[in-house]
């Protein structure tokens, strides 16, 4: 499929698990983004990427981790799952414009 | 530190009449500003920009205005229809070239009454 796509679209897991959240774009754009949507914070940055193996934090980084070793994949890891991190997860690519390209997120509980 | 604002969580409209959505921010090294429309269940979509240079900018239906000196910036939504429904975030760039880090407001969401 064309666009940028996101997996699972629902994860429910405990604390203390590791969960990875994946994110791919077919656009060959070169920033990818990650945020998350909490009530009453808007979208917040976690982490983006410049490029391929060029990776940086945003302003929400602790208790993730991300890798970017293709241009088209950009997952997210949580190390150790805590209850905090319950929320909706967005991923976004930009290109030459200023613009964002959003996937359709994934929500994730952590019980 | 919110530097970009959205003072209303929800609006409620007729359909056919004006929609009007506001947004303030405080850093004044903000030069591109961008409205997202987000429906429930789905990531949010591009919907309109503005650079620092211009006061106005028009897409059909949808205009958004800048008021530099105060710092305030309006999506202004012109038939609105029930399918406007939805989440609207304002969000604020700096700088060119490269990455700029954008920063979201925290949406006001508009229910458009048939």
């Known amino acids: 499929d064309a666009g940028i796509t996101q997996s699972p679209r629902y994860k429910i897991t405990e604390t203390g698990r590791q969960v990875t959240l994946m994110c791919h774009q077919t656009?060959?754009?070169?920033?990818m983004f990650w945020y998350r949507q909490d009530l009453g914070h808007g979208l917040r940055l976690i982490y983006y990427?410049?490029?391929?193996?060029?990776?940086d934090k945003g302003e929400v980084p602790d208790g993730y981790v991300v890798s970017r070793s293709k241009t088209e994949n950009f997952p997210l890891t949580l190390e150790s799952a805590t209850r905090s991190q319950t929320s909706v997860y967005f991923c976004?690519?930009?290109?030459?414009?200023?613009?964002?390209?959003f996937g359709p997120g994934t929500r994730l509980t952590v019980l | 530190d919110q530097q970009v604002k959205q003072n209303s969580p929800s609006l409620s409209v007729q359909e056919g009449r004006i929609s009007i959505l506001n947004c303030d921010y405080t850093n004044s090294m903000f030069d591109y500003f961008l409205w997202y429309k987000k429906y429930p269940a789905e990531g949010p979509t591009f919907l309109i920009s503005i650079s620092s240079i211009k006061d106005k900018n028009e897409d059909g239906r949808f205009t958004v205005f800048l008021n530099k000196s105060a710092k305030h910036l309006s999506l202004h939504i012109v038939p609105s229809q029930p399918g406007d429904s939805a989440v609207y975030f304002c969000?604020?760039?700096?700088?060119?070239?490269?990455?700029?880090?954008?920063?979201f407001g925290t949406g006001t969401k508009l229910q458009v009454i048939p």
């Open positions: 969000a604020a760039s700096a700088g060119s070239g490269g990455y700029q880090k954008v920063t």
């Open positions: 990427s410049a490029a391929a193996d060029i990776t």
């Open positions: 656009w060959s754009h070169s920033y």
């Open positions: 976004a690519s930009r290109g030459v414009g200023n613009e964002q390209f």
